[in-house]
């Protein structure tokens, strides 16, 4: 392995390629591109991969960029793609396909903010209008994050008892566009951890089928079942190829929630992406302090891991929810998902902040701000916004 300064765009190329590349004893790799900002370069870096079997195809649009990576993984290949923003809006059709079709792909997504107006920089928004679909999710904090948590998810989407597909996610910029010290893993250490990917319903001349043809409501609904009992298996499966990667890589990808020092504390504040870099340093200093507030950073989205936050905030007096997205008109989407999985209990204050929104810079002043407001709170109000000029 070999430690380099790189970009998440390039962090996010690499880890799509080489993956790509171990499926070369299997039915190969392909990958349809498009480009937007901000992540036009991980399909640049995609583009220019040698690989040994494998097709990259440059289409017109971000449909049919999808379109390729659907009929590629329906062929059996190890698929993949990555866009951004109104890209994905785009792609959104085929987005709902490839996961009804229980199509193990991979999406490495840069969020950005949706227009119009026409805006470059980071909110979770174009991801989020995703959520109802049967994909999972993962928020990354880092580069190399980003880096590992697109060989786990190929790993997770091609086990047998998940076969979804999995979108890896970077703020804009932030990310996207900052370099990091990344351990870029060589191929012999990907080719040991990612088996060659087995699609069990693609198409097959010997084993002829039908794909996506009309069905009735029954049938429809047995399948969303399906598509339910395997969210209900990805935590589970997540650690068992977590700690499968730990033995190859030899360092932690790391786990779906990342709790920092909640163990007593009364104030905790729930985190996303870049965010929770800037919160945990504030944090640190209030500990110092003698205060008894902590956060939780969450990583995985989809599915939601209400129960695991619950058990890790059982201290909680308060919780807030720093939101770098907003669902019009109803304020913050993680906050949404924390207060259905505290349904019925009314021992815990839950406010939520909309922080970040559009791009605006999440500063320690801002967090600070947002600290103060919840611990001075004796019940909940509206979503606050944070970080608008008047």
Same mark, same amino acid.
């Given at each position: 392995?070999?430690?380099?300064?790189?970009?998440?765009?390039?962090?996010?190329?690499?880890?799509?390629?080489?993956?790509?590349?171990?499926?070369?004893?299997?039915?190969?790799?392909?990958?349809?591109?498009?480009?937007?900002?901000?992540?036009?370069?991980?399909?640049?870096?995609?583009?220019?991969?040698?690989?040994?079997?494998?097709? $990259?195809?440059?289409?017109? &649009?971000?449909?049919?960029?999808?379109?390729?990576?659907?009929?590629?993984?329906?062929?059996?290949?190890?698929?993949?793609?990555?866009?951004?923003?109104?890209?994905?809006?785009?792609?959104?059709?085929?987005?709902?396909?490839?996961?009804?079709?229980?199509?193990?792909?991979?999406?490495?997504?840069?969020?950005?903010?949706?227009?119009?107006?026409?805006?470059?920089?980071?909110?979770?928004?174009?991801?989020?209008?995703?959520?109802?679909?049967?994909?999972?999710?993962?928020?990354?904090?880092?580069?190399?994050?980003?880096?590992? &948590?697109?060989?786990?998810?190929?790993?997770?989407?091609?086990?047998?008892?998940?076969?979804?597909?999995?979108? $890896?996610?970077?703020?804009?910029?932030?990310? &996207?566009?900052?370099?990091?010290?990344?351990?870029?893993?060589?191929?012999?250490?990907?080719?040991?951890?990612?088996?060659?990917?087995?699609?069990?319903?693609?198409?097959?001349?010997?084993?002829?089928?039908?794909?996506?043809?009309?069905?009735?409501?029954?049938?429809?609904?047995?399948?969303?079942?399906?598509?339910?009992?395997?969210?209900?298996?990805?935590?589970?499966?997540?650690?068992?190829?977590?700690?499968?990667?730990?033995?190859?890589?030899?360092?932690?990808?790391?786990?779906?929630?990342?709790?920092?020092?909640?163990?007593?504390?009364?104030?905790?504040?729930?985190?996303?992406?870049?965010?929770?870099?800037?919160?945990?340093?504030?944090?640190?200093?209030?500990?110092?302090?003698?205060?008894?507030?902590?956060?939780?950073?969450?990583?995985?989205?989809?599915?939601?891991?209400?129960?695991?936050?619950?058990?890790?905030?059982?201290?909680?007096?308060?919780?807030?929810?720093?939101?770098?997205?907003?669902?019009?008109?109803?304020?913050?989407?993680?906050?949404?998902?924390?207060?259905?999985?505290?349904?019925?209990?009314?021992?815990?204050?839950?406010?939520?902040?909309?922080?970040?929104?559009?791009?605006?810079?999440?500063?320690?002043?801002?967090?600070?701000?947002?600290?103060?407001?919840?611990?001075?709170?004796?019940?909940?109000?509206?979503?606050?916004?944070?970080?608008?000029?008047?």
């Amino acid at each position: 392995m070999t430690v380099e300064l790189v970009t998440g765009n390039h962090a996010a190329g690499y880890a799509l390629s080489v993956a790509g590349e171990a499926n070369r004893e299997g039915r190969g790799a392909a990958c349809g591109i498009y480009p937007i900002t901000p992540q036009t370069e991980i399909v640049e870096y995609v583009a220019k991969f040698p690989f040994s079997k494998g097709s $990259v195809v440059p289409v017109e &649009s971000e449909h049919s960029a999808m379109g390729v990576t659907i009929g590629a993984s329906l062929a059996g290949a190890r698929a993949f793609t990555a866009s951004s923003s109104n890209g994905l809006a785009y792609m959104t059709e085929n987005i709902i396909v490839a996961g009804y079709y229980r199509l193990p792909i991979v999406l490495a997504a840069v969020n950005r903010t949706l227009g119009p107006p026409w805006n470059i920089w980071a909110d979770q928004g174009d991801t989020l209008m995703m959520r109802d679909f049967a994909w999972l999710q993962f928020y990354c904090e880092t580069n190399q994050e980003v880096a590992d &948590s697109i060989l786990l998810a190929f790993r997770i989407s091609e086990d047998h008892r998940i076969l979804l597909p999995s979108m $890896v996610i970077m703020d804009a910029f932030i990310m &996207s566009h900052t370099q990091m010290e990344t351990d870029l893993p060589d191929q012999a250490l990907v080719d040991k951890y990612l088996p060659a990917c087995d699609v069990p319903q693609r198409v097959d001349h010997d084993n002829p089928k039908t794909i996506g043809g009309l069905i009735w409501p029954r049938e429809t609904m047995s399948q969303r079942v399906e598509i339910d009992e395997a969210f209900k298996q990805v935590s589970n499966v997540y650690e068992e190829h977590r700690a499968a990667f730990k033995d190859v890589f030899g360092r932690d990808p790391g786990a779906i929630l990342e709790p920092f020092e909640v163990e007593d504390a009364e104030t905790i504040f729930i985190t996303s992406g870049t965010i929770a870099t800037t919160t945990r340093e504030e944090i640190k200093k209030r500990r110092a302090a003698g205060e008894k507030v902590g956060m939780v950073r969450v990583k995985m989205f989809r599915p939601f891991p209400g129960e695991e936050i619950r058990a890790v905030c059982c201290s909680a007096k308060k919780i807030g929810v720093l939101d770098r997205n907003y669902a019009s008109g109803m304020g913050g989407v993680f906050w949404h998902d924390l207060k259905a999985a505290y349904q019925g209990d009314g021992q815990v204050l839950i406010q939520n902040y909309l922080t970040g929104v559009c791009g605006g810079d999440v500063t320690p002043a801002m967090v600070n701000e947002v600290i103060d407001d919840l611990n001075a709170r004796t019940s909940a109000a509206d979503p606050i916004w944070k970080g608008i000029e008047v």
